[in-house]
């Protein structure tokens, strides 16, 4: 579930900080998503992050459906 | 473990209305907090971006004829939203807004956001300006002309909060405002909960400002089944609304109802997606199931208006569904929409994950959550104000959310926040020292603390899916039941069930484990005291004579409406 974090966390914690549904909290090597379901993938962690450690999955529901028009 | 703080002025979220009404309060030379929910670098409905703004410029627009009354009547009557909202415009307060929007554009611009460039292209408005000054980039994308700039503002809170800071403003991030708190009639601050301590606040304040912003979230089931994936902000939960609903101020409310347009604006199941669908312009066209082009310009609001029915045709003739595709579009124009998008809020994401799942402009085609006319549409509350941003009730003023004065959009909340910073200032200037009522903070701390003390109660998302459960079925008895866009007389028993099953539901103990589930059960017991008075307004026999538009004032034991006439100071053209 969003959002996740790899190895370039260096623990600032920017994100936690900036979270606007405050779903992350800090954890020992990564923040940790304590409140999965509320969030409302913006993005705002991963913009912020110094690092780019994070990105956003979006859960297999809510994923765009497209279709290939050109090969 | 109470605190207590006080300052002159006080505003309640700090979203770009909230922002900008904080700055321009503390240039007043006033004290000025700010509470904010979230934080305030990203909080609110342009937390992370946005790329357009309508605006009128007295440089640019007279010489295409375009005048500020031109652009009221467009955004009352005429043009794409006056159409689907058809007379909603509080004509005084757009108008407002349109003379202010260019200033803002300026105040923005030397806080370092840029809206100004060497390049504009081909599908820019062309305008002549000084020798080597930059352009903007105005696009035609709300109204029926050229009057919105694409810009850089996908950091424009990172700037408002510089400038908020700048003004030594104090900023409380992760404080939900829980209660207004009264003395005498008057408004005289508020209380308040960190969403992360849990600690308590009182804050005395000259004046409250509300700037909670324009919507209820999670006051309707959600479309895609998740809460917390829509257009707004999901803490946008109507706090602002039910505070000043419990201390007495009037407000506005549209009803639920259907829609009388096809409209398109999400991708399937991705609500949050808006914006997408919208600030294509130039690249996206909507296709239906055949590849055919039913609208070549989406963004643009007239074109997609007019080509309504070409949409309705593709539904009945079954080639759905429809799709934004861009697969036709130059490099250069993808390029743009994608530049757009970077600054768009809710778009930048989107462009992110795209290259996760392997998706790409140039070869995929995305499908559109289709909304046919005669949808069930959720109905809005929000406060009621004069053109000085005021409320009935002495010492509260409110920037976001109050009725209609424009679309839903940056201008809307910049401009009027600007202006009810000042106003807000001016008031608490000229006013005598604040009371608070003790026994009051007591049970403001009683009332919205108590879930943590309830190990047997139910929790906040227990309650909510009642109240979407209570919500759909009012919505379906004030939409009627038959064909689409006929508009039934409602059942007033199905009302009062829904009034009663509200009340139960007003009675249930909720529990919460942590201050961060605390302020989601205080959201909900908003949301059920904002449902309460759309409810009992839908009952009032007034409202069937002129569809949605009414004003009511809260009463403890029964609400009084007074419908309010709509003042038209610029007709309709279309209609003479």
Request: some cysteine; overall charge neutral.
């Amino acid at each position: 579930m969003p959002p996740t974090f790899n190895d370039n966390c260096i623990t600032c914690f920017k994100c936690v900080e900036i979270c606007p549904t405050d779903i992350l909290q800090k954890g020992e090597k990564k923040p940790v998503v304590a409140y999965p379901e509320e969030c409302w993938h913006c993005g705002a962690c991963m913009m912020d992050c110094p690092t780019k450690a994070i990105r956003i999955n979006l859960p297999l529901w809510l994923r765009p459906l497209t279709k290939r028009v050109k090969k | 473990m109470t605190k207590n703080a006080s300052t002159d002025v006080l505003v309640i979220g700090g979203g770009l209305a909230g922002c900008m009404a904080a700055i321009n309060a503390a240039d007043q030379g006033v004290e000025v907090t700010i509470l904010e929910k979230s934080h305030i670098e990203r909080s609110g409905a342009a937390g992370t971006g946005n790329d357009h703004f309508w605006y009128w410029d007295p440089e640019i627009h007279p010489k295409f004829g375009w005048t500020i009354a031109d652009m009221v009547r467009d955004i009352s009557f005429d043009g794409e939203y006056g159409k689907t909202k058809g007379g909603l415009i509080d004509q005084e307060l757009c108008e407002i807004v349109a003379k202010g929007s260019m200033d803002a554009v300026k105040k923005l611009e030397s806080w370092g956001i840029q809206f100004k460039y060497d390049k504009i292209y081909p599908w820019n408005l062309q305008y002549e300006s000084p020798k080597g000054e930059k352009k903007y980039r105005i696009v035609p994308q709300f109204q029926s002309e050229w009057d919105t700039l694409n810009y850089d503002g996908r950091d424009i809170k990172k700037r408002l909060t510089e400038q908020c800071v700048k003004r030594n403003i104090q900023i409380f991030n992760r404080l939900a405002a829980t209660s207004l708190l009264t003395k005498d009639n008057r408004v005289v601050g508020a209380a308040g909960i960190d969403m992360r301590t849990g600690e308590f606040y009182v804050f005395k304040a000259k004046v409250v400002v509300l700037a909670t912003g324009m919507d209820q979230s999670r006051l309707f089931m959600a479309p895609s089944g998740n809460w917390f994936n829509q257009q707004s902000p999901p803490t946008v939960t109507g706090d602002g609304e039910a505070m000043a609903l419990r201390a007495g101020a009037e407000v506005f409310i549209l009803q639920a109802g259907k829609t009388s347009n096809a409209g398109f604006q999400y991708f399937k199941n991705l609500y949050r997606s808006s914006g997408i669908a919208t600030t294509c312009y130039p690249a996206g066209k909507y296709v239906n199931s055949e590849g055919e082009v039913m609208i070549k310009h989406p963004a643009v609001r007239e074109p997609l208006r007019k080509k309504r029915e070409n949409v309705e045709k593709s539904i009945s003739e079954g080639k759905t569904p429809f799709y934004l595709d861009f697969t036709d579009a130059t490099e250069e124009e993808i390029a743009y929409a994608e530049w757009s998008y970077g600054n768009e809020g809710l778009c930048w994401v989107i462009l992110e994950i795209m290259k996760d799942l392997g998706l790409d402009f140039r070869k995929d085609a995305f499908e559109l959550a289709l909304e046919p006319t005669g949808r069930l549409t959720d109905g809005f509350l929000a406060l009621w104000v004069d053109t000085d941003l005021s409320t009935n009730l002495p010492g509260l003023y409110a920037c976001s959310p109050v009725q209609f004065a424009g679309e839903v959009a940056a201008p809307t909340a910049v401009v009027l926040g600007w202006r009810s910073g000042e106003k807000a200032a001016k008031y608490a200037q000229k006013t005598t020292d604040p009371l608070l009522d003790d026994k009051q903070i007591i049970n403001e701390l009683e009332r919205t603390t108590s879930p943590l003390k309830n190990d047997d109660g139910f929790t906040w998302q227990e309650a909510n899916l009642e109240l979407n459960n209570i919500m759909d079925k009012y919505k379906r008895y004030i939409a009627g039941f038959n064909s689409p866009g006929i508009k039934d007389e409602i059942s007033v028993n199905g009302i009062n069930t829904c009034l009663d099953q509200l009340s139960q539901l007003k009675s249930a103990k909720l529990k919460a484990k942590n201050p961060h589930e605390l302020v989601r059960c205080n959201e909900v017991m908003n949301l059920i005291d904002v449902a309460t008075i759309m409810v009992r307004a839908s009952i009032e026999p007034e409202q069937y004579e002129n569809d949605v538009w009414f004003i009511g004032k809260m009463d403890k034991k029964q609400p009084k409406f007074k419908k309010i006439p709509i003042k038209i100071k610029y007709p309709s053209k279309e209609a003479k």
